[in-house]
C-alpha cells in the first residue's frame, strides 16, 4: 500500500505575481515618502514621516550591519537612523537640511530589505517598535546605540 504523502498547500504570499505587487507598492509608497521630505517646511511637526523613516532606515542599518564589510554602509545608514532619531526627540520637528541624504539612506534601506528579506525579518519588531515610541512621542536620545567604528576592510 502507498504512504499518503503530506499535501503541499499553496502560499499566495511566495508567488512570483505577488511578490511584484508588493515591490511595486514598497517603491510606490518609498517614492511618496521621498517627494514628502523634500517638500517638508523646515521645522514643520513630521512624527508619521519620523516614524516611517525610522522603520525603513532602522531595518537597513541592522541588515547592513550584519553584512560583510566589503557589501554595506552600515556606518551612514546608522548614522541617519541618530539624525532621525534625533529630530524626533526635538519634538518631531524637521530639518531639510537632511532630507536629500535621508531620502537617499530610505532608498539603500528598501534595497537591502528587498536583497536580504531573511535578515530583514529577524530586526522588524525593533524598528516597529522605534517606529511606535516616535509616534507615541516617548523616544528618547538613547534609543539606538551607538556606531561602532567602521573597520577598514
Known amino acids: 500500500m502507498k504512504k499518503h504523502t503530506k499535501r503541499k498547500h499553496y502560499n499566495p504570499h511566495s508567488a512570483p505575481i505577488w511578490r511584484g505587487s508588493a515591490m ?5 509608497e518609498l517614492r511618496e515618502k ?8 523646515h521645522g514643520s511637526e513630521q512624527r508619521e514621516l519620523l516614524a516611517y523613516l525610522a522603520k525603513l532606515v532602522g531595518i537597513g542599518a541592522e541588515v547592513a550591519a550584519r553584512l560583510p564589510p566589503e557589501a554595506r ?6 548614522h541617519s537612523l541618530a539624525m532621525v532619531v534625533q529630530m524626533a526627540c526635538d519634538g518631531g520637528r524637521w530639518d531639510s537640511a537632511w532630507a536629500a541624504q535621508l531620502a537617499t539612506a ?28 516616535i509616534l507615541a512621542g516617548t523616544i528618547r ?11 577598514s576592510p
Do not use: K, T, W, Y
Open 73 to 78: 554602509n552600515a556606518h551612514g545608514l546608522h
Open 34 to 41: 521621498s517627494v514628502a521630505m523634500l517638500m517638508a517646511s
Open 141 to 151: 536620545a538613547d534609543a539606538i546605540e551607538p556606531a561602532p567604528p567602521e573597520v
Open 24 to 28: 511595486r507598492a514598497m517603491a510606490r
Open 106 to 133: 530610505a532608498d539603500l534601506s528598501a534595497d537591502l530589505l528587498v536583497e536580504n528579506g531573511d535578515i530583514a525579518a529577524q530586526v522588524f519588531d525593533g524598528a516597529h517598535q522605534l517606529a511606535a515610541c
